[in-house]
C-alpha cells in the first residue's frame, strides 16, 4: 500500500479528472471507471482496465503543461503509461522525467521499456545523450560501455563528437575505425587522425585516400587541400597544384 498523501507534491489535483468524458488528451473518469485519451485529432477512450479509481492520480510533469503531455499515472498497485501498465513499476517511488522519460527506485524507463539499472546516477549530458555509472544511452539504446572514460571532444558545423577509450562518436553513432588517442574533428565532416584523414559518411568514415593528415587543410564545405593534392568532397583532382590553387565564390 502506498500514501498518497506522502506523494501529493508530485501528483495532479483529483480535480482534473472529470465525470464526463471530454475531448481532452489524457485520463478521464466516469462511473468508477479510469478510461484514456491519447488523441486530441480523433479522441477514443480506452478503458484502463484494473484500474483503482479512489488511488488513481496522474502523475506531476514539470516539462509542459500540456494536456497532452499527461501520459503517466499511478494507483496503489500500478504505474500506467498511456492507459497501460508498466510491468514491474514501482508506483510508490515513480516520477516523472520527462516525454516519456520516467523513474522508480529501481529503474529508468521511456514508455514501457527499462532504460538502466542504475536511476540512482542516471543523467542527462544533451537532448539525446545521457548516461548512469556504467552506460551511456543515446535515446533509449546503449551506444558506450564506457561511461568513466566518455567526453565531448568538439560541436562542429551540425555535429556533435565524443570518444570514450574504445570508439568515437558522432552524433550519437559508434565508429571504431580512427585512432582514438590522435583523432581531431575538423570543419564540414571531416576529421584527422595520425595515419588517415575522414570524411564522414552516412554511416561510416570514408577515408579520404592519399591525403597527409599533417598538412590537410579544410577551405570549405567542398574543397580541401594537402601539401600533395587538392579534393573535392574527399575526392582527388587529377593535375591540380595545391600550392597555387585557390578556390572562388565559395
Not at 540512482?120 to 555509472?133: Q, Y
Amino acid at each position: 500500500m502506498i500514501n498518497i498523501s506522502a506523494l501529493a507534491s508530485r501528483l495532479t489535483n483529483n480535480a482534473s479528472f472529470r465525470n464526463v468524458l471530454s475531448s481532452e488528451p489524457g485520463y478521464h473518469v466516469r462511473k468508477n471507471k479510469v478510461y484514456y485519451c491519447g488523441s486530441l485529432v480523433s479522441p477514443t477512450f480506452e478503458l484502463v482496465a484494473g484500474a483503482d479509481v479512489k488511488s488513481f492520480q496522474t502523475l506531476q510533469n514539470n516539462f509542459s503543461k500540456l494536456p497532452s503531455i499527461r501520459q503517466y499515472a499511478i494507483d496503489e498497485r500500478f504505474v500506467y503509461y498511456k492507459g497501460k501498465p508498466i510491468s514491474g513499476a514501482d508506483p510508490s517511488s515513480f516520477v516523472v522525467l520527462g516525454y516519456s522519460w520516467g523513474k522508480d527506485c529501481n529503474h529508468i524507463y521511456t514508455a514501457y521499456k527499462i532504460v538502466s539499472n542504475d536511476p540512482d546516477h542516471f543523467v542527462k549530458i544533451d537532448r539525446h545523450l545521457s548516461k548512469d555509472s556504467k552506460c551511456i544511452y543515446y535515446a533509449d539504446r546503449v551506444i558506450s560501455y564506457d561511461a568513466p572514460h566518455f567526453q565531448l571532444l568538439a560541436k562542429v558545423d551540425g555535429f556533435t563528437y565524443f570518444k570514450d577509450k574504445q570508439s568515437i562518436f558522432v552524433n550519437g553513432v559508434r565508429f571504431n575505425e580512427p585512432d582514438v588517442r590522435s583523432f581531431e574533428p575538423l570543419r564540414h565532416g571531416y576529421s584527422k587522425d595520425a595515419g588517415h584523414v575522414y570524411l564522414l559518411g552516412p554511416a561510416s568514415f570514408k577515408i579520404v585516400e592519399g591525403a597527409d593528415p599533417e598538412s590537410f587543410l579544410v577551405i570549405n564545405q567542398y574543397y580541401s587541400l594537402d601539401q600533395n593534392h587538392v579534393y573535392w568532397r574527399g575526392a582527388r583532382f587529377i593535375d591540380c597544384e595545391p600550392s597555387i590553387y585557390e578556390a572562388l565564390n565559395f
